[in-house]
């Protein structure tokens, strides 16, 4: 059908999900129907993502409430794929985007960014779809994506779009379901913390030590936070930087409870001036 609808000139416009679908997702389904006609959304909760021990058990499943919201916000098809059909019997083919999988998150889960890349292949080629949307808060996600789209000459471009986030700051997460009362009111921390270091920027810091000091210190000071890593790093290489040039993200990882979260903010600089979004 994908193949077909290309022919006929028509560009497809593709959102990959793990359902348990929140404001976050439909605000790249909008984007995707703005853009695109037909606009394809899968639901897959992909196994080889989840590192021995991590959530593939519990994560949320709320398929009929998924696509009951998909169906009022105008999505044209609905691929919903079983794990038999991704990855059938005796299945031995995987891709590993060198250099950026080992670092950060695909240092703290191991074999995490080999399924999201093996995976995000395997749909793309199955929908074909000329725009693929992500969102930014998995930032290192969307980075792999786009550099194995570019390597491998696929014909589909990924928007990256911003992120949503809650009154309090939380970014959208279908894992934030997870979380206590407790835990959601300490995981604003995150928020405040990256908010603390724009600041600092807005008002002329320039030093990414410091500034990743300071959000340390801020996550620290939250006594249900544990905190994976904070790092200032390039956006394209994800290697870290000791001051601020070109553009860069911050990005946090810290667990409350037995959820673990991310976040980020982007910094970049234009015509010698740096522009930060959370």
């Known amino acids: 059908m994908s193949r077909q609808l290309r022919t006929e000139g028509r560009p497809v416009g593709f959102v990959p999900t793990m359902g348990a679908l929140h404001e976050g997702h439909m605000s790249l389904v909008r984007a995707a129907i703005v853009e695109c006609r037909p606009a394809i959304v899968s639901i897959f909760v992909n196994p080889t993502q989840f590192a021995p021990g991590e959530d593939l058990q519990k994560y949320p499943h709320t398929f009929d409430a998924d696509r009951d919201r998909l169906e009022a916000a105008g999505v044209d098809y609905l691929f919903v794929p079983e794990a038999g059909e ?3 019997q005796g299945y031995r083919t995987w891709v590993n985007v060198e250099g950026l999988s080992d670092r950060l998150e695909g240092r703290v889960r191991p074999g995490h960014f080999r399924g999201v890349t093996t995976v995000v292949l395997k749909l793309l080629e199955i929908v074909q779809p000329r725009k693929t949307f992500f ?4 930032a290192q996600q969307s980075r792999l994506i786009q550099q194995m789209v570019q390597d491998l000459h696929l014909d589909s471009e990924i928007i990256v779009c911003p992120i949503v986030r809650e009154a309090d700051g939380l970014a959208m997460s279908s894992r934030n379901a997870y979380l206590s009362a ?13 908010d603390g270091s724009r600041r600092a920027i807005e008002t002329g810091e320039r030093d990414a030590l410091r500034l990743s000091a ?3 210190e801020i996550i620290r000071g939250e ?3 544990q905190m994976d890593y904070v790092e200032l790093v390039d956006a394209e290489t ?3 930087v000791t001051r601020l040039r070109g553009h860069c993200l911050a990005l946090v990882a810290a667990r409350f409870g037995a959820t673990r979260l991310i976040d980020n903010l982007l910094i970049e600089e234009l015509d010698g001036k740096f522009r930060t979004t959370l």
């Open 86 to 88: 991704m990855y059938p």
């Open 135 to 138: 969102g930014r808060k998995d």
């Open 182 to 194: 407790d835990e959601r009111r300490g995981a604003t921390v995150l928020h405040r913390a990256l």
């Open 214 to 216: 300071a959000v340390r």
């Open 223 to 225: 006594r249900l936070a």
């Open 238 to 240: 994800f290697e870290p």
